[in-house]
Nanobody, 125 residues
Framework: QVQLVESGGGLVQAGDSLRLSCTTS????????MGWFRQAPGKERKFVAA????????SYADSVKGRFTISRDYAKNTAFLQMHSLQPEDTAVYYC??????????????????WGQGTQVTVSS
């Protein structure tokens, strides 16, 4: 059973940057998209960013477009979420996920089969 492990969360001030990492416990050979989602306290989990199987296509929520960048390193079995210009409204638990056999950067949570445990990002004003 493949597991996802997120890391890189923490407490930062508004305007700071963070890079989240999501590493699979073993290599996934099936085609897949990887995505990041976040859940703020008392709110539903929402899409943040996704990257397609080849890494050539990405998708972002409007709220993070231009500030966040998703990437993946196949050799390291890792996906990254580089976050710049963080704001208090970015405070949430961030989850990494894998959508098996999906090659485009899907925003649909229902297409994701494997989820990490989440990493907390807190942005103070």
């Amino acid at each position: 059973q493949v597991q996802l492990v997120e890391s890189g969360g923490g407490l930062v001030q508004a305007g700071d940057s963070l890079r989240l990492s999501c590493t699979t416990s073993k290599r996934i050979y099936e085609s897949n998209a990887m995505g990041w989602f976040r859940q703020a306290p008392g709110k539903e989990r929402k899409f943040v960013a996704a990257i397609g199987w080849t890494g050539a296509t990405t998708s972002y929520a409007d709220s993070v477009k231009g500030r966040f960048t998703i990437s993946r390193d196949y050799a390291k079995n890792t996906a990254f979420l580089q976050m710049h210009s963080l704001q208090p409204e970015d405070t949430a638990v961030y989850y990494c996920a894998v959508a098996y056999y999906i090659e485009h950067p899907t925003r649909d949570q229902n297409e994701y089969n494997l989820w990490g445990q989440g990493t907390q990002v807190t942005v103070s004003s």
